[in-house]
């Protein structure tokens, strides 16, 4: 498994933007598709947006679909969660995922990522 540190949560304002860094401990980080899920309070984590390996493909919830845009940095061993006109329903804890098998385009569940970080809060005030 790889190591996963999250940064870059905080307390918005709606319509506000944010941006979410996760770094992996991982040498190999371009053999990882990464994912973004988010936890709110009393519900199950969900998916985000998901990048494969190459950053060729990216995958949205429909619910951040134009407002939100995930990157990586191979180099850097980094991926970026983007989020711009922030709503209320955005708050919560955001995760970043890693897996190295698969396919990124069929990994939408949690269960399909291995590696966690820790989480970092996000807030929207409206």
């Known amino acids: 498994q790889v190591q996963l540190v999250e940064s870059g949560g905080g307390l918005v304002q709606a319509g506000d933007s944010l941006r979410l860094s996760c770094t992996a401990s991982?040498?190999?980080?371009?053999?990882?598709?990464m994912g973004w899920f988010r936890q709110a309070p009393g519900k199950e984590r969900e998916f985000v947006a998901s990048?494969?390996?190459?950053?060729?493909?990216?995958y949205y919830a429909d619910s951040v679909k134009g407002r939100f845009t995930i990157s990586r940095d191979n180099t850097k061993g980094t991926v970026y969660l983007q989020m711009n006109s922030l709503k209320p329903e955005d708050t919560a804890v955001y995760y970043c995922?890693?897996?190295?098998?698969?396919?990124?385009?069929?990994?939408?569940?949690?269960?399909?990522?291995?590696?966690w970080g820790q989480g970092t809060q996000v807030t929207v005030s409206s």
């Open positions: 990048i494969n390996r190459s950053a060729g493909s990216t």
């Open positions: 991982e040498r190999t980080f371009s053999n990882y598709i």
């Open positions: 995922a890693a897996e190295r098998l698969g396919i990124a385009a069929t990994l939408k569940n949690p269960a399909d990522f291995r590696s």
